[in-house]
């Protein structure tokens, strides 16, 4: 019996992870900028759209911390019962954003509704100039994080919200440009209930895929029953059992199994060939360069169905 562990890229990772933060921290100087601004235009113009972006503003400047915090978390060392180490701090950040975003579309919604009910004057001038500079700004906070090749979840948590920031701006300075033309009073609540709408899917995604980590789903795109096969085709394989997959953070997929293999195969390359086979192929083919397997010569094979019967 031999066991084999491959991974290859843990370097990477951690320097991808250092360039996120420094991108999150530009994007957090910006966005805590932005709230003053539409702070002090939702009060000078009375506009709720306003209030609601910077409502939301607010929440992704935590949000933001979080992440950052998170993200240096995921860099500490493993200890001796925290055998992975902390990268799922990243994945526990990204929910929370999600759980926030949510928060955010009720409080947009019962308060979009109540000024529809009960519409309140607004000044269309400075609001539509306040907008501007938040869409200015947000634009700048999307193209910063749109840089990241990691795919971190928690770096992806943070993008969404500043999308969502972006499209906030645009619909407040629409919704501005409709009451300095037709003082329609009601684009106001309206423009907050239309940010709501958008928030809506892209908060349940984000919830949904960090679900899917904490839960340990195999990765989406990872077939384990192509992974069965191709393993099945390395020389003296003869079976493939308790296969699993599952994902520690964003872009760090790992595998384990239990590979079966002819003695003859044993006898003539030894369990090191056969594993730089395996490891090889879940790398190459799959792109999961965290993988473990458990070679058992087929001889072995009723000592372990006796086993799993006690």
């Known amino acids: 019996m031999g066991a084999g562990h491959g991974h290859a890229h843990g370097s990477g990772h951690a320097a991808g992870r250092a360039e996120d933060r420094g991108r999150l921290r530009l994007v957090l100087a910006i966005t805590l900028a932005v709230l003053v601004v539409e702070l ?3 009060w000078v113009a009375g506009s709720l759209a306003l209030l609601a972006d910077a409502g939301h503003l607010a929440t992704d400047a935590a949000a ?3 992440a950052l915090g ?3 978390v995921a860099t500490l060392p493993g200890g001796p019962r ?3 180490g902390y990268h799922r701090a990243e994945i526990l950040a990204a929910q929370l954003n999600a759980l926030v975003l949510l928060g955010v579309c009720g409080y947009l919604a019962y308060a979009g509704v109540a ?3 009960d519409p309140q004057t607004v ?3 400075p609001m539509m100039a306040f907008a501007a500079v938040g869409l200015v700004a947000n634009g700048v906070a999307m193209s910063i994080l749109a840089g990241s090749t990691t795919g971190s979840l928690n770096l992806r948590g943070a993008a969404t919200e500043v999308l969502a ?3 906030g701006s645009a619909l407040v300075l629409a919704a501005g440009a409709v009451i300095w033309f037709t003082g329609f009073q009601r684009a106001d609540p309206l423009a907050s209930l239309f940010i709501a709408v958008l928030i809506l899917p892209r908060s349940v995604g984000l919830l949904r895929e960090s679900t899917s980590v904490l839960l340990e789903i195999a990765p989406a795109g990872l077939d384990l029953a192509d992974v069965r096969r191709h393993l099945l085709e390395v020389p003296g394989v003869v079976d493939v059992h308790d296969l ?3 994902t520690i953070t964003s872009g760090m997929p790992s595998l384990s199994a239990h590979v079966t293999v002819t003695d003859a195969a044993l006898d003539e390359h030894g369990v090191g060939a056969i594993l730089d086979r395996l490891c090889h192929c879940t790398a190459e083919v799959f792109d999961v360069r965290h993988a473990t397997f458990q070679v058992e010569p087929v001889s072995h094979r009723e000592h372990e169905d006796l086993g799993e019967a006690h």
């Open 115 to 117: 000024r529809l009910v």
């Open 70 to 72: 998170a993200s240096l």
């Open 64 to 66: 933001i911390v979080l």
């Open 123 to 125: 000044r269309a001038g």
């Open 244 to 246: 699993h997959a599952w």
């Open 40 to 42: 002090v235009g939702a």
């Open 82 to 84: 925290s055998t992975f």
């Open 165 to 167: 920031d972006l499209v």
